[in-house]
């Protein structure tokens, strides 16, 4: 029986089109099928005991590495642990991730997306929330309630829609109320630095005031809707929230923006994005969180995990190892 | 601020429906919207160079882990496997998964699933691919050509459809001549044994000759297509067969059915499935072919992976690892 060696494979693969190709019959008259380009829509479905979970893929940007995504490594240092990943190490690409609950009497949405406007701009690879609720079966105006996990574009820029309207009509909005009142207080504002984090404060206020400031905050460490309980997991944002999802037997943690993308941040959680407000903060809730996922061996649901964004998380060396579920394609 | 303890998100959760809720608005007076309990269509594309390979799943299978799912290893073991895996020990999920290549001239698709009879059974969860295919915007008339990795029902069933017609009108089907020399062999088919190998035997044989014994045969070591190498991994069956795809810059491995399951396989390639016809000889090709992979960092396409079964692999331990590619949102 033929062997298989490396030399064998790579030699015959790079024989090409000399090789002998077998006759074509009379297929060989038939048009060529022009190639699609278009992907699957970004939705996914499972139970969380009695409830449906749906996770609708806002889409994902891809940018160069940035030389300071990890503000303390070094861009060689983030580039070799993307190639070790298996990823192109000259690039980043962060998805987004929101998700729905259907309680059986409420539809909930987590967090937005940066919205529809944003998907309308030619080229866009973001801003896929709406179209992807549709492919769902999901109309926007059924959702009952809108939770935001905290104060960034990519969680709370689709609450508006193109006309500067609540994206989602019937909903109310639920932010935790750490988040608000650290966002809405003028004195933190002024005191903010200037460039990104003096454009976050005037960016969510113009969010708000569009809304008319009309909110229901929440608490930690208390139910938002039932069965869904706020964690509060500060760092990235002094009001950044967790949850934990629990139904019947079923259980698992959504843990926002405790890591961004996996394939960096879960495998090395000494590491402090860029985006996160208070770096060493954010790290001690990422390991006490990731710590009681493991104890707990709770399912995570990631916003910055790739779609459809549900894993188990397992201790490895010093950091963790995302292990993504499997796609049950029969739910 | 609060504090993440195992024990305040763990009572917290436990609170259940006693915890105060927020007030409801207007939106309190809306019907309730049904769980759909729908999955999305289970197609993926990507490019490989100027191909686009749509994946294709036919479903996956769910059966109560059997007591000689792995031949040289004991339920037990295989059980706590599955737990670390993070997997429920007492079942397991089998997915199939073909892929159709588009080259830009040709539309080819490798392997069949169980195909549309087995799906139009009460309660089927596999025979999904003439409707996943639709969903991708390919029409199985469409198809050029069929290429067979092996002779097992999960691969090659779904040539008729429940007319016992070819399913692919207009497709010319391509098969290992390793593969058919064996189970068109009367002396072969003559010694084996009673039960399944029997089974197979008369299958194969009823599935070709509703094609009329149609079909072209391919070597080892050529090229299928132009940029399709067939590679001989035999064991499995004695004329298995994976491929090596390459255009431009791009190259991947189609390993068929190196390993079955990964999270049993991948993890322990030392362990026998009771399909491999040979398990020694599958666990050398394996080994071999594992570790050509690692050392050429290919992406494989696994048959048995879970959707959408593309992946790297790594060393780990005495075995390997399997690492999902992240889902790309924007082909």
């Known amino acids: 029986m033929t062997e298989l060696t490396r030399r064998t494979v790579l030699t015959a693969a790079a024989a090409g089109a000399a090789a002998a190709l077998s006759p074509a019959g009379s297929q060989s008259a038939r048009a060529a099928i022009p190639l699609q380009g278009k992907q699957n829509s970004g939705w996914y ?20 590495l940035p030389d300071k995504f ?20 000259t690039k980043l690409t962060v998805p987004f991730t929101p998700i729905v609950i259907n309680t059986g009497s409420k539809l909930v949405l987590i967090d937005t997306g940066y919205g529809e406007a944003a998907g309308a701009k030619p080229g866009a690879t973001t801003g896929q929330v709406t179209a992807n609720l549709k492919a769902a079966g999901i109309d926007p105006k059924d959702i009952d309630i809108v939770i935001i996990s905290h104060f960034h574009g990519d969680h709370v820029n689709g609450l508006l829609n193109p006309d500067n309207k609540l994206a ?53 460490n208390k139910e938002v809707i039932p069965g869904l ?6 760092g990235h944002t002094p009001g950044h929230t967790s949850y934990v999802l629990s139904s019947g037997n079923g259980k698992i943690f959504i843990q926002s923006d405790v890591t961004n993308v996996p394939f960096l941040f879960v495998n090395n959680p000494g590491w402090h994005a860029g985006y996160d407000q208070d770096g060493a903060m954010a790290e001690t809730t990422r390991r ?3 710590d009681m996922i493991v104890a707990e061996k709770l399912p995570v649901q ?3 995990y790739p779609f459809p964004g ?22």
């Open 45 to 64: 479905r499972y139970k969380v005991g009695d409830y449906e979970v749906t996770v609708v893929t806002d889409g994902a940007a891809t940018f160069p």
């Open 70 to 89: 990890v503000v303390n490594a070094s861009k060689d240092d983030v580039a070799a642990e993307l190639a070790r990943q298996h990823l192109d190490p």
């Open 168 to 220: 989602f009509a019937n909903a109310e909005v639920m932010v935790p109320s750490v988040e608000w009142k650290f966002w809405m207080d003028d004195g933190e504002m002024s005191r903010a630095p200037e460039g990104r984090m003096q454009g976050l404060f005037k960016s969510n206020r113009a969010i708000f005031d569009a809304l008319n400031r009309k909110v229901t905050q929440y608490e930690w």
């Open 229 to 234: 309980t706020a964690v509060g997991t500060p």
């Open 288 to 290: 006490k969180t990731y």
């Open 302 to 304: 990631g916003f910055h």
């Open 310 to 331: 549900l894993g188990h998380l397992e201790k490895a060396g010093d950091g963790y190892r995302l292990v993504p579920a499997p796609w049950n394609p029969v739910i």
